[in-house]
């Protein structure tokens, strides 16, 4: 184990798999610089710029030539800057690489990894620190991660990259530099597969990327109060590992869904569904949700600050699903 | 006509014989949508055979081909067989994609073509990313996409000329110009008339033929395929030409001048080839008729072995 960054975690897995593979190429805006996050920081030393690939500000187009280099046997891992950004690469997303493996019968297949990141807290405005993962996931054919962690990071990203189809990578912004131990070298992580970031036997949370963290904050503070949460971290959103969530929500009876995403149309409506149908008899309280408001997000920090969902607002969740009034005291 | 001479009259043969082929496919498949056999909305290329035997008869099955919805002449012509296209037409377990994707999504991976789209101009950076991949692998494989006017409205296509040239891709840019953007000409959507004058500020050869005119797009795709080979970068092939029939099968056509039957005669690429062959002797008086003959007797052939095929129960495991 090496301590890294999560950013680190990163551009140390790419070059383990350039390393591994001379098929495996980046390409993006800013790659050859490290990108506005240091996650390609040093690529472009070790393998050139032949695979280190600067592009212009042309997502679209970028998309469109890693899904067609992917068809033809390269293994693209493409940086699209901002996930507000992906907007313009959708069409290529959802309408070629989502679906090229399906619609040819199988003849064609797209394994390209679509690395991007989202989320607020760094004052950029509405149009910097998107959460869009649940867009995403609607369209089939498509392999949706959220790392939570460096180590998650590092894994699920080793797993993207070999896999046989398109793999979009959702990493978030205020991660990239906090530090966890990262196995060296680093090893694949299984897509599909929820990691359990705490037991417990009160309450189920399940929280997406950043939001993991807050679940656990909110988790140390309800044990003091005698709450034992169960923290799940699904990691891929699709393939969703249903099976771990629905077999804590057995154990508990309750469930909390937290993203930061706006709580409107979010991923936590589709987890609230499934488990509800799966476990309806075994739910003692209403599925609770955590996220945004359904507004866009503001610049000025003490309302961004408001707008972002985190530790205090799961813990009141988790009390409403006991029947508890909330008193926030974080 | 003077050009017709300098291609080798084997080659011409070849062409017409394709020509055929592809016009025999598309009236078939013209008269099975109207039966309810073929399924979707089909677009036809019926007068524009021409520049996808032209371009497609000089590559080889390694060559990458993208093309759009206007997809069964170019498809026809790098190889795919008539009988599987058909029956993914006829959206049948036996057709080339197992009657997932249909006559916008046709692919015949084992002929080189990767494929048709939907979605206007979303197939150019397609063909840069195999072009990219030829290159990455220090091949002489190319990539070609065909594309209509009316994509090159499209920002994907001026993100496309910009990469293509910023990286010297092996990329064969073959625009069909019919004049209309489905419905619309191509004088209400933009100011700049030809599509090879757009490209202009690109160092990209950029070359613009009578697509009705099968021996120019041929000597003039063959010397820009040549440089792509040599790794000498992408290029822009301009062919105008004309679409017989509507925008889609069904489509009443009420927004242009319907051609004159002795216009048509004097534009058709088949006709105009024919003429030109028995100008110059290398093709005999009976062998227009015989190679029409073969060619619907083909495409017959691919109609009785589409119809056998089952539609498919499910949607196969391995593509859930």
Known sequence: MTDL?????????????????????????????????????????????????DTPISEAAICGVAVGAAQSGLRPVLEIMYVDFITLALDQLVNQAAKAHFMSGGQLSV?????????????AGAQHSQSLEAWLTHVPGLTVVMPSGAADAAGLLASAIASPGPVVVVENKVLYFRR????DPVEPIPLGRAAVRRAGR?????????????????????ATEGVEVEVIDPRTLVPLDLDTIVGSVRRTNRLVVAHEAVLHGGFGAEVAAAVQHAAFDDLDAPVERVGAPFQPIPLSPPLEDAYLPGAAGIRDAVLATLGRVPTSTL | MTTAVTVDARVLRDLLATMWRIRAFEEQVGALKRADEVHGLIHLSIGGEGVAAAVCRQLRDDDAVYSGHRAHGHAVAKGAPLDRTMAELMGRDGGLCQGMGGSMHLVDVAHGFLGATGVV???????????????????????????????????????????ATLWRLPVLLVCENNGFAEFTPRSAHTTVERVGDVVAPYPLPRQ??????VADVWSA??????????????????????????HYEGDPDRYREAVSTEDWQRKDPILRLQRAGHDAGWL????????????????????TWARSSPFPSAVPEELR
Not at chain 1, 111 to 123: F, I, K, N
Not at chain 1, 202 to 222: I, N
Not at chain 2, 137 to 162: I, K, M, P, W
Not at chain 2, 221 to 246: D, I, K, V, W
């Open chain 2, 208 to 213: 613009t033929v009578d697509g009705n005119e």
């Open chain 1, 202 to 222: 009160d309450v189920t949370v399940v929280a997406l990327s950043r939001m993991v963290g807050e679940a656990l904050t909110a988790a140390e503070e309800l």
């Open chain 2, 284 to 303: 005999p008086a009976g062998e227009p008729a015989e190679l029409e003959k073969r060619a619907r007797a083909e495409v017959e052939d691919a109609v």
């Open chain 1, 180 to 183: 966890e131990p990262v196995p």
């Open chain 1, 5 to 53: 960054t999560y950013a680190k975690a990163i551009s140390t897995t790419i070059a383990q798999a350039m390393r591994a593979d001379p098929d495996v190429f980046v390409l993006g805006e800013d790659v050859s610089a490290g990108g506005p996050f240091t996650t390609t920081a040093g690529l472009v030393e070790e393998f050139g710029a032949g695979r280190v690939i």
């Open chain 2, 221 to 246: 795709f063959s010397a820009l395929l040549a440089r792509a080979r040599a790794g000498e970068g992408p290029a822009l092939l301009e062919c105008l030409t004309h679409r017989l029939r509507g």
């Open chain 1, 111 to 123: 394994p390209m990894v679509l690395r991007t990141q989202g989320g607020a807290g760094q004052r």
């Open chain 2, 121 to 163: 101009g979303g197939n150019i950076p397609l063909a840069l990313g195999s072009a990219l991949a030829a290159k990455q692998r220090g091949t002489d494989v190319v990539a070609v996409v065909f594309f209509g006017d009316g994509a090159v409205q499209a920002g994907l296509f001026t993100e496309s000329v910009n990469l």
